[in-house]
C-alpha cells in the first residue's frame, strides 16, 4: 500500500504553492477552484500527490513533517539550493534536512546511506 495523496491545509495557496513548484521543483498537475477563488494546486510526489488546499484561520506547524526523499550525491547541491533560495536550514541529520515552507509547515529532505 501507497500513500494516495496527503492535503496541506494552508491560507495562502499561491505563495506556498509557488514555494513546492519553484523551490521544491515539484510537478504542478492540477488547480481546483471554489466559489471562483483558487482552492488548492496539486503536485507530483513521484506517484504520490501533494494537494495544497486553502484553509482560513490556520495555525501553523501542526506537529507532522512532510519528507521528501532525495538522493545522498545530491545532497550538497540541495544545501545550496536551499540557501541561494533563502530557505533556512533549522536543523540536520546525517540523513536529512529540515526546514519550513512560507507558513511555517515543517519539511524535510531526506536519503538513505549507501
Known amino acids: 500500500m501507497k500513500i494516495h495523496h496527503l492535503a496541506l491545509k494552508v491560507q495562502d495557496v499561491e505563495t506556498c ?3 513546492y513548484q ?6 504542478l498537475i492540477k488547480e481546483q477552484a471554489k466559489e ?8 507530483d510526489c513521484d506517484g504520490s500527490i501533494l494537494m495544497i488546499e486553502r484553509e482560513e484561520g490556520l ?16 545532497r550538497p ?8 533560495s533563502g530557505v533556512e536550514i533549522k536543523h540536520q541529520t546525517e540523513h536529512t534536512l529540515y ?16
Open 17 to 19: 504553492a509557488k514555494f
Open 99 to 114: 526546514f519550513q515552507d512560507p507558513e511555517g509547515n515543517r519539511l524535510a529532505l531526506s536519503h538513505y546511506t549507501e
Open 36 to 43: 471562483e477563488q483558487l482552492y488548492s494546486k496539486w503536485f
Open 59 to 74: 495555525a501553523a506547524n501542526n506537529g507532522f513533517v512532510i519528507t521528501l526523499e532525495i538522493e545522498l550525491k545530491d
Open 22 to 27: 519553484d523551490i521544491l521543483k515539484l510537478k
Open 77 to 84: 547541491s540541495w544545501i545550496e539550493w536551499l540557501h541561494q
